[in-house]
């Protein structure tokens, strides 16, 4: 493999390799919010990805969980490709033919396989999902009853909103001042949620598991008493399934383990595999807050996404995605805690952390990448894996071999300086 590593070239050489191998442009033309990449990817098929040398990858990351059923699947490329020759966009000024059946098949979702009597708002992406639940709650509520409560290292999105929502202090510094409204607590912590709340509370917003804070699940205990509190107290239990939706954890939504109600479920990164679209679903007593012209997207719930999002939902339901993230993450679980050097691996079904013992994770995730496996570093010490719901035995074996070796080479090297 002969990615370019940050030893042998700068940064900024790096990025624009990565970029534009070919163009031979002088100088990076993309903004430098992203760190530099490693690899240029051309191409993918299932769970493999190929970049612009030709070198095969198994990529366990999928797009940060967004390619469930692997690159280029069939279903989902005969949709895009069909719907794109027909109709494209029109506005939401007008009716169109897939999004009703969409939402038709999210509520069947949320009610793990019978109507959950809910309405969904159709966007573009998960922070614009998460936006619409937070103006939701905030017209559900009322004049000065407006506070969100989420939890610290949750992870909402990153519009001002959304950013301020986000449990992470440090990425808030730069960006001040946040729109107001907004209330963090300890995660899994019930008692100091309750000790949050007062009559300014709209809405307790929450993810099932912390994705990007740690792949964190929540205990039952938590979810439960949340549901509890907010029926005493007529606030609305908001999930943020935008990672956790869709097949990934082994059920429909993450909420379904803990056997709770939410009142919103805001969800994106599967939903499209790929094409972006996100939602955001409520019961309908509580979307009936919103009146005609209280919120609105130009390209939200367009042909083009809801024709994807369709192709996706009938195929997790013809294969029975949560059962194969069910079966396939129990297998790779019980595979990678017997790795030297791992200490846990936590998560649910196909979403999991593989906690490190001593050894720096991003080390082990470049490793991966050189060594074609695509996983990335979600802390300082976990090794996060979200690979296509569609995987099989033969990619666990390969990817935990893979993994394995990657984390002695990191140890080795670090020991022989
Ligand atoms: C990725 C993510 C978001 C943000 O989604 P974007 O599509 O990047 O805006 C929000 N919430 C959670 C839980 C996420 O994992």
Not at 55 to 64: P, T
Not at 76 to 81: G, I, K
Not at 116 to 124: D, E, K, L, W
Not at 192 to 199: I, M, P
Request: glycine share 10%; proline share 6%; aromatic share 6%.
């Amino acid at each position: 493999m002969t990615t370019p590593t940050s030893e042998s070239i700068s940064p900024v050489d790096a990025h624009r390799a990565a970029v534009s191998p070919d163009a031979g442009l002088d100088r990076c033309p993309l903004m430098p919010n992203y760190g530099p990449p490693a690899v240029q990817f051309v191409r993918g098929e299932g769970p493999y990805l190929w970049d612009s040398r030709g070198d095969v990858y198994l990529d366990f990351l999928s797009g940060l969980a967004v390619t469930s059923l692997g690159h280029s699947h069939p279903a989902v490329a005969a949709a895009v490709a069909e719907q794109s020759q027909r109709l494209l966009h029109v506005s939401n000024l007008y009716a169109t033919e897939h999004n009703a059946v969409v939402a038709t098949m999210l509520d069947q979702a949320v009610g793990d396989g019978d109507p959950a009597g809910g309405q969904v708002f159709f966007c573009n992406s998960g922070a614009e999902a998460n936006e619409a639940a937070i103006k939701l709650a905030r017209r559900f509520g009322g004049h000065g009853r407006h506070v969100v409560v989420c939890a610290f290292q949750s992870f909402h999105g990153r519009t001002l909103a959304t950013l301020a929502a986000t449990g992470q202090p440090q990425k808030w510094e730069a960006f001040q001042p946040l729109p107001e409204g907004f209330r963090h607590v300890v995660w899994n912590d019930l008692d100091e949620l309750e000790r949050s709340l007062d009559e300014t509370v709209a809405a307790i917003f929450l993810e099932p598991v912390q994705g990007e804070g740690g792949v964190n699940p929540a205990t039952i205990e938590y979810f439960q008493g949340v549901e509890r509190i907010c029926r005493e107290r007529d606030i609305l239990f908001m999930v943020d399934e935008v990672q956790t939706g869709l097949g990934r954890t082994g059920r429909w939504f993450g909420f379904q383990h803990f056997d709770v109600s939410p009142d919103v479920i805001t969800m994106a990164k599967a939903l499209g595999n790929g094409v972006p679209i996100g939602a955001c679903w409520a019961k309908a007593d509580v979307a009936a807050s919103f009146s005609p012209g209280d919120h609105a997207t130009t390209f939200g719930g367009q042909p083009l996404a809801t024709a994807a999002a369709r192709a996706v939902l009938s195929t997790m339901k013809a294969i029975d995605a949560p059962e194969r993230a069910r079966s396939m993450g129990a297998a790779i679980s019980e595979a990678l805690v017997k790795l030297p050097r791992v200490t846990e691996c936590r998560g649910l079904g196909l979403l999991l952390a593989v906690e490190l013992d001593g050894v720096d994770a991003k080390l082990v995730a470049a490793e991966c990448l050189k060594n074609g496996l695509v996983v990335n570093a979600v802390t300082p010490t976990a090794i996060r894996l979200a690979p296509p719901l569609t995987i099989e035995e033969s990619h666990i074996a390969e990817a935990v071999n893979k993994l394995a070796g990657c984390i002695e080479a990191v140890v080795a090297a670090s020991e022989s300086i």
